[in-house]
T-cell receptor
Framework: QQPVQSPQAVILREGEDAVINCSSS?????VHWYRQKHGEAPVFLMI?????EQKGHEKISASFNEKKQQSSLYLTASQLSYSGTYFC??????????????FGKGTHLIIQP | DSGVTQTPKHLITATGQRVTLRCSPR?????VYWYQQSLDQGLQFLIQ???????AKGNILERFSAQQFPDLHSELNLSSLELGDSALYFC?????????????FGSGTQLSVL
C-alpha cells in the first residue's frame, strides 16, 4: 500500500522552513526518506525505525510516530540545494524479509532565491 | 556515482515488442530492487531479489518478469509493450535484506513505447 505524502508541492524562499508529511494505513517497521533532483536518481537521506526516533541530516531532520503511522520531514533554513522531489518509503516487515520498499508519490520542493 | 549500473540509458520501441533492461548492483550488494517512475505515480515498486531469490513483489504486471543471476546482476523483461509502459525504470541495490537498508539507485533506463 502506497504511503500518502502531503503537500504535493511546496514553493519556498531561501531560508524558510518546510514540513513534508508521510502517512500509512498499515503498521510500519521503518520509514525511509529519499530526495531526487531533476533528471537524477533518488538519493538516500535517512531511515527511521519505529520508536518515535528523530534523526537529522544537515538541516534536514525527521520524526516517526509509529502509533499514528506517520513520519514528517523537517527542512529548516532551506537552501537552494534542497530543491527536488522528496519521497518517503514505507517498509512493512513481514518476518521472513522486507515487504518491499514502497514509496509515496513525492513532494516537489522548489526553493527560490 | 552510486555504483549501480543500468543499461541501456534509453530505449525506444514499438507497441507489442519485448525489451530487457539490465542492472549490475554495487559490488558486494546482494539485493536488487526494480522501480517504475512515471509522472503521475511517482516511484512504483515492482520487485525485489535477494541473492538470486525473489523476496518481495509489488505492482508488477504479468507481462513483466525479472530475475537475478548467480553473478547478482538482474534483468527486467517487459513484453507485449503498451504505450502506458513508457516510463523511467530504476534499479537499486542494497547490501542485505533487512528492511533497514540504504538503497543505491542507478541512473535509470528511459523506456519510450511508440
Amino acid at each position: 500500500q502506497q504511503p500518502v505524502q502531503s503537500p504535493q508541492a511546496v514553493i519556498l524562499r531561501e531560508g524558510e522552513d518546510a514540513v513534508i508529511n508521510c502517512s500509512s494505513s498499515k503498521a510500519l517497521y521503518s520509514v525511509h526518506w529519499y530526495r531526487q533532483k531533476h533528471g537524477e536518481a533518488p538519493v538516500f537521506l535517512m531511515i527511521l525505525l519505529k520508536g518515535g526516533e528523530q534523526k537529522g541530516h544537515e538541516k534536514i531532520s525527521a520524526s516517526f510516530n509509529e502509533k499514528k503511522q506517520q513520519s514528517s520531514l523537517y527542512l529548516t533554513a532551506s537552501q537552494l540545494s534542497y530543491s527536488g522531489t522528496y519521497f518517503c518509503g514505507t517498509d512493512m516487515y513481514s518476518g521472513g524479509g522486507a515487504d518491499g520498499l514502497t514509496f509515496g508519490k513525492g513532494t516537489h520542493l522548489i526553493i527560490q532565491p | 556515482d552510486s555504483g549501480v549500473t543500468q543499461t541501456p540509458k534509453h530505449l525506444i520501441t514499438a507497441t507489442g515488442q519485448r525489451v530487457t533492461l539490465r542492472c549490475s548492483p554495487r559490488s558486494g550488494d546482494l539485493s536488487v530492487y526494480w522501480y517504475q517512475q512515471s509522472l503521475d505515480q511517482g516511484l512504483q515498486f515492482l520487485i525485489q531479489y535477494y541473492n538470486g531469490e525473489e523476496r518481495a513483489k509489488g505492482n508488477i504486471l504479468e507481462r513483466f518478469s525479472a530475475q537475478q543471476f548467480p553473478d547478482l546482476h538482474s534483468e527486467l523483461n517487459l513484453s507485449s509493450l503498451e504505450l502506458g509502459d513508457s516510463a523511467l525504470y530504476f534499479c537499486a541495490s542494497s547490501e542485505r535484506d533487512t528492511g533497514l537498508e540504504k538503497l543505491f539507485f542507478g541512473s535509470g533506463t528511459q523506456l519510450s513505447v511508440l
